[in-house]
């Protein structure tokens, strides 16, 4: 993925329907390439929404492929609502990868977190020493990536569909003071508080459960409104995320959250166990 460009959900919609309609045309990527003078870097980049297409070129591929109104309309509708800039394009300097852009977009954000407690849950102060503890860079892209986590937190409380967001917590994190314990006490207070918002639901796994499906690290799970968009997951480790996608490692996935869930102290008994936690 480049850098420069994380595309929204619009814009991986836009790059599927494209491809579908080329494909359904049963012209290859190296035909549709040659008919339309381009090379064949250009459509697979429009494709896989690695490149953002004009609405000129959109207009191109749909006249090759065939496609009439009003799938033809609603094509270039698509493509116009892709052009919009999310929040994420003033902070591209310090973020990467579809995540923030897929989040913003989700309808349900489920996350299974052994660690740390989720970005979108953490104070600035815990955010900051979080994000030392495993960034190399200069001070000033740390605080840059502090202040895109802060803008980022705040899907949760827009007014226009506002995702629900389902956090399962190891309980090992609460006995994990990162940053000393006033920074700790603050982002335990914060945790309870979220817990409180009617959009956010807040588990602790016991330590007493030994083997379970979250054995291998934190995992997250997105999931849509729209029937035209996939639900995606995500298991982070050391070296990164590994993006998943396809129905069957979505669902199994899906699946392995739910198994945590139930697994997991109910919200009322997780809530008493942070309260117990920010005391000591």
Same mark, same amino acid.
């Given at each position: 993925m480049s850098p420069s460009y994380i595309p929204s959900v619009r814009a991986r919609r836009l790059a599927r329907s494209l491809k579908e309609f080329r494909e359904h045309a049963e012209l290859g990527v190296t035909a549709a390439a040659a008919r339309l003078g381009w090379s064949q870097g250009k459509v697979s980049h429009i494709e896989s929404a690695r490149n953002k297409p004009n609405e000129r070129d959109v207009k191109l591929m749909l006249h090759l492929y065939g496609v009439s109104?009003? !799938?033809r309309e609603a094509i270039l509708a698509? @493509?116009?609502e892709a052009e919009e800039r999310g929040w994420w394009t003033d902070y591209i300097d310090v973020l990467n990868g579809p995540y923030v852009a897929l989040e913003d977009a989700a309808s349900e954000i489920g996350n299974w @977190?052994?660690?740390?407690i989720p970005g979108l849950l953490?104070?600035? !102060?815990? @955010?900051?020493? $979080?994000i030392? @503890?495993?960034e190399l860079g200069?001070?000033?892209d740390i605080e840059r990536r502090i202040r895109a986590r802060v803008v980022r937190q705040t899907l949760l409380t827009r007014e226009k569909n506002p995702p629900r967001l389902r956090v399962v917590l190891d309980e090992a994190a609460l006995n994990r003071p990162i940053g000393g314990p006033r920074i700790w006490r603050d982002q335990l207070n914060q945790l309870r508080a979220d817990?409180?918002?009617p959009n956010v639901t807040i588990q602790i796994l016991p330590q007493s459960v030994g083997t379970h499906c979250g054995l291998e690290g934190s995992l997250i799970v997105l999931r849509f409104a729209e029937p035209a968009d996939p639900d995606v997951a995500y298991a982070e480790g050391f070296f990164g $995320? $590994?993006?998943m996608e396809s129905p069957q490692q979505v669902e199994h996935c899906r699946l392995a959250f739910e198994k945590i869930c139930a697994a997991a102290f109910a919200p009322e008994k997780s809530l008493d166990l942070i309260d117990a936690a920010a005391k000591r």
């Open positions: 109104s009003p !799938d698509l @493509a116009r @977190a052994p660690q740390v953490q104070t600035q !102060d815990y @955010a900051r020493e $979080v030392k @503890a495993g200069e001070a000033a817990a409180q918002r $995320v $590994v993006y």
